[in-house]
């Protein structure tokens, strides 16, 4: 959500920041909305000063002896103005808030121009892509030929954009989110935390899930929603709260299910589980001081990056352009993996400063040293990382020539010591 005293005080600033995201300016409907909004306002409240004054009037009146009839009747035509102006300030905070709530984030001044993801622009890049002296397979067909990925009966039970894993390939996706877990509770300082997969509208809501992207996500018949991601109930934490500043940053870690429609995705990744309707997921999200939320973008990344390098996963990361940049995000670092089966370079986290947006959404703020001054702390989130994918990245990137996988040796603690698959 955004700021409205800002939009009044500049904007045509606002308008510019919208036409990065390819929005048509919107702050001349806002402006009406709110000076009609505030003109209501005014004049409810100056109708209960006048109407606070008849009382007294005719309270005077009445002890005097004189005629009230006519102060009584101004009184009551002052009840149904301000009856009357209430309802009409409700109705545009309404129609203005619902304008708001569909607007995407300010994005940073860092963040490139461009319609989509060819403007991206690459940051970094770490470790060296693996020469094979065989043609590397996709992780389907290493799967698959292993007896331990089955789509055939997922698709069964539950039809496309399902996987069934079991034996070694089952343990060692269990293996990657206990590494991932471990490696940011331990060294990384996240708390770790167990939460709904059941959100209500307000949780989405503050997130920026609804309204926009309603179509993407699976409800149930109660009128909940399946969370597409942990940052929704993980962020909303600490929605409606006002924390201490000694009590910043709060840094918090889940591995959940995660739930997708794949609206729009018809035709694309449609063999293997590169595109699922439901995955797995390590999501870290901070909760910080407005004046910390970009180092702590950084430290984010880092910790996701760090969960790739101790993988041995060569990855490069990405500063998203605008038209690639998330409804919520303010600025986005996306880190992607290469995939030698497919060789390419694919998505398996993304880390957002999406700073004082979802906090405002959802009424998240901070009460500063002094005691008094309260404003909406900085919310961050990302994937740290995605277990399905670096699954897919493991058995593609260690894949043996007779179509076995070698198990990294981040990992073979937690495989009771297995260094192989297959």
């Not at 806002?30 to 008849?54: F, G, K, S």
């Not at 590397?136 to 067909?141: G, I, R």
């Not at 039809?159 to 509770?185: C, D, K, P, S, Y």
């Not at 990245?393 to 990294?408: F, K, L, N, S």
């Amino acid at each position: 959500m955004h700021d409205i005293r800002g939009i009044r005080a500049e904007p045509d600033r606002f308008d510019a920041a919208m036409a990065r995201r390819a929005f048509v300016p919107e702050s001349p409907a806002i402006l009406r909305l709110d000076e009609a909004r505030r003109a209501a306002l005014t004049a409810q409240q100056e109708a209960r000063a006048r109407r606070n004054a008849l009382a007294k009037e005719i309270g005077a009146a009445r002890r005097s002896g004189a005629d009230s009839v006519a102060l009584e009747a101004e009184a009551t035509r002052l009840r149904d103005d301000m009856e009357r102006l209430g309802g009409e300030a409700a109705r545009l905070d309404g129609e203005l808030t619902a304008l708001l709530a569909r607007l995407p984030n300010v994005l940073a001044d860092e963040v490139p121009d461009g319609g989509d993801e060819s403007y991206n622009a690459e940051v970094k890049r770490w470790g060296a892509q693996r020469n094979f002296d065989f043609a590397p397979k996709q992780h389907f067909e290493l799967g698959e030929a292993l007896g331990l990925m089955d789509f055939e009966r997922a698709a069964k039970i539950a039809g496309a954009r399902f996987t069934v894993l079991r034996g070694g390939l089952a343990r060692l996706e269990r293996a990657l989110g206990q590494f991932m877990l471990n490696l940011h509770t331990v060294e990384h300082g996240f708390v770790e935390m167990t939460v709904p997969s059941l959100v209500n509208d307000a949780a989405a809501f503050g997130t920026g899930q609804l309204p926009k992207f309603e179509e993407d996500l699976f409800r149930t018949i109660d009128g909940r929603w399946l969370i597409p991601t942990a940052e929704v109930p993980l962020t909303n934490l600490v929605s409606g709260e006002i924390r201490l500043a000694a009590e910043l940053p709060l840094r918090m870690t889940a591995l959940t299910d995660c739930f997708r429609s794949e609206a729009g995705s018809a035709g694309r990744d449609t063999r293997g589980m590169l595109r699922q309707h439901q995955f797995r997921k390590v999501e870290l999200v901070s909760i910080v001081h407005p004046e910390r939320s970009e180092e702590e973008h950084e430290r984010m990344t880092r910790c996701a990056e760090t969960v790739l390098e101790r993988l041995g996963l060569p990855y490069r990361r990405m500063l998203l352009c605008a038209g690639d940049t998330g409804f919520a995000a303010a600025k986005t670092f996306d880190l992607e993996v290469w995939l030698p089966g497919q060789g390419m370079w694919r998505e398996i986290s993304s880390c957002s400063n999406t700073r004082a947006f979802q906090a405002r959404r959802m009424n998240a703020r901070f009460r500063a040293a002094d005691g008094k001054t309260v404003s909406h702390v900085h919310t961050l989130n990302g994937s740290g990382v995605a277990v399905g994918r670096a699954l897919i990245a493991v058995m593609e990137t260690y894949q043996q020539a007779d179509g076995g996988i070698a198990v990294p040796e981040a990992l073979v603690g937690l495989m009771g010591g297995e260094t192989r698959i297959g």
